[in-house]
């Protein structure tokens, strides 16, 4: 991993990762939840899909992410017509009915608020909870730097 490769400090990560070198420090859960635009076909029948019938439509996803993140949706990552980079272009190709996906509900708040963006009706949860954490070296907690960071962290 780039962790490793660069030998960093500390990682944000929703990986749990099991190491002795390793402190875990937990951030504030949020949650992901699976959209698509109001007016997308997805919506125009009042039906929970089934993982099968989603096949039919474009699902999004950033690259990779889906597995890591234990997001219940991996059945049909391989059909995904767009591996996205990040999730603000995510968002973005959401909101011009490209196709539906995960999104952290921090950042679709006044979407879903307005109904620009609905949550997907399907046989399996429409939201899942993300459980950040910041993974620091111990030999490294006591660095000024390292606290620094950490404190700015703390507040959200």
């Given at each position: 991993?780039?962790?490793?490769?660069?030998?960093?400090?500390?990682?944000?990560?929703?990986?749990?990762?099991?190491?002795?070198?390793?402190?875990t420090i937990y951030l504030k859960s949020f949650k992901n939840i699976l959209v698509a635009h109001k007016d997308h076909p997805?919506?125009?029948?009042?039906?929970?899909?089934?993982?099968?019938?989603?096949?039919?439509?474009?699902?999004?996803?950033?690259?990779?992410?889906?597995?890591?993140?234990?997001?219940?949706?991996?059945?049909?990552?391989?059909?995904?017509?767009?591996?996205?980079?990040?999730?603000?272009?995510?968002?973005?190709?959401?909101?011009?009915?490209?196709?539906?996906?995960?999104?952290?509900?921090?950042?679709?708040?006044?979407?879903l608020r307005s109904k620009i963006l609905k949550p997907v009706q399907w046989e399996r949860k429409s939201v899942h909870e993300?459980?950040?954490?910041?993974?620091?070296?111990?030999?490294?907690?006591?660095?000024?730097?390292?606290?620094?960071?950490?404190?700015?962290?703390?507040?959200?």
């Open positions: 991993t780039s962790f490793h490769k660069l030998n960093a400090d500390m990682m944000i990560s929703v990986v749990p990762v099991i190491s002795k070198e390793l402190e997805i919506h125009k029948v009042s039906k929970k899909w089934s993982v099968k019938d989603l096949h039919d439509f474009d699902f999004l996803t950033v690259r990779g992410s889906g597995q890591k993140l234990g997001l219940n949706t991996t059945d049909f990552e391989y059909t995904a017509s767009f591996y996205l980079s990040d999730f603000s272009f995510k968002k973005d190709a959401i909101l011009k009915k490209t196709g539906f996906g995960w999104l952290p509900e921090h950042m679709i708040e006044f979407e993300i459980q950040p954490m910041i993974l620091v070296k111990k030999k490294s907690l006591s660095g000024k730097a390292v606290q620094m960071v950490l404190a700015e962290l703390a507040e959200f």
